[in-house]
């Protein structure tokens, strides 16, 4: 979603990336950057990992004596012998997305450091998004660097909630109480924050925030008090940006394992998605071994009006 979002509406900050992903500390998800790639698009709309804490990005310093002037001289030649190598490439979107990275590294040298600078931000602020708690610490940070991204022109910004597996993540499968306690203790106050800092800023008029996990939690047992995979029944949450507060849209049967009533398909949302992000899914297409391809699918989908305000 990330990606298709980036190229249909492009960038806003041509010194920041337009898709922007931040992982839990304890490790990124199973598969690792799978999850933020392009997919068959061009590898250029695929996410930048960013970090919530020192250097923004590895390596993005230059070597210490290097003047700016020199960088640039040295940038200019590298890209004329790039362009000449890709001249018998122009398929190899890899390349074309690795050539057009240096000069977006050298913007991010002098703007992305101001960009994660939360000091920069008042003690009340940072406490909003419970910088001042150990537990909530962390995830606080990188909410209030989206918020810092997203005010400086950058498109999407996905924040991993749990890495690895098991209790590390929200799988929740050898104790629910425990594994759900631990994790929304870490994310409750900073989502919080966020949402108020947004709707206080005016920032939440026209900034969608989603919240989702990969699959549901079985309304019975797997290890005693753990719970296994659901696919059939589970929800996430949106906020902002046209959409309507305050009601659930959708239930479950009586013990929570099946969508029951106004089931929601994955195409739908995303339908619905790129609707309050002014985009049309069935004119966002994107050419592909001869098919136009869309985010949604082939299958006709609507809407779902009654997540709109």
């Not at 008042?122 to 001042?132: C, K, S, V």
């Not at 203790?185 to 005016?202: F, Q």
């Not at 659930?248 to 009586?254: L, N, Q, R």
């Not at 013990?255 to 049309?280: C, E, P, S, Y």
Request: glycine share 12%; hydrophobic share 35%.
């Amino acid at each position: 979603l990330g990606s298709w979002i980036n190229y249909g509406l492009g960038t806003e900050n041509e010194n920041l990336p337009g898709f922007c992903v931040m992982l839990d500390p304890r490790g990124g998800p199973i598969s690792g950057p799978t999850n933020w790639s392009a997919g068959f698009m061009p590898a250029s709309y695929q996410a930048t990992v960013m970090r919530s804490q020192g250097d923004p990005i590895l390596d993005l310093r230059p070597p210490e004596g290097l003047t700016l002037k020199a960088q640039r001289q040295l940038l200019d030649t590298l890209q004329a012998y790039n362009q000449e190598h890709r001249q018998t490439r122009q398929m190899n979107s890899d390349l074309a997305a690795r050539i057009a990275s240096y000069e977006l590294a050298f913007n991010m040298q002098q703007h992305a450091p101001d960009a994660v600078d939360i000091s920069q931000e008042t003690q009340a602020t940072q406490e909003m998004y419970g910088l001042n708690n150990e537990t909530s610490a962390h995830f606080g940070r990188q909410c209030l660097l989206a918020r810092r991204l997203v005010e400086r022109g950058v498109r999407f910004v996905q924040i991993y909630s749990g890495g690895h597996h098991n209790d590390a993540n929200w799988d929740a499968h050898s104790d629910m109480e425990q594994n759900h306690n631990l994790h929304a203790g870490e994310t409750d106050k900073p989502i919080a924050g966020l949402l108020t800092d947004l709707k206080r800023s005016g920032l939440l008029d026209d900034t969608l925030v989603v919240w989702c996990g990969e699959f549901g939690r079985m309304p019975m047992s797997e290890q005693g008090k753990g719970r296994d995979h659901n696919p059939w029944g589970y929800c996430g949450w949106i906020a902002g940006a046209g959409t309507r507060g305050g009601r659930a849209y959708g239930e479950t049967d009586p013990i929570g394992l099946r969508a029951a009533k106004d089931r929601v398909h994955i195409n739908q949302f995303h339908a619905t998605l790129l609707h309050l992000m002014g985009l049309n899914h069935r004119r966002l297409t994107y050419e592909h071994h001869g098919l136009e391809e869309r985010l949604t699918g082939p299958t006709e989908v609507d809407i779902v009006e009654g997540l709109l305000s």
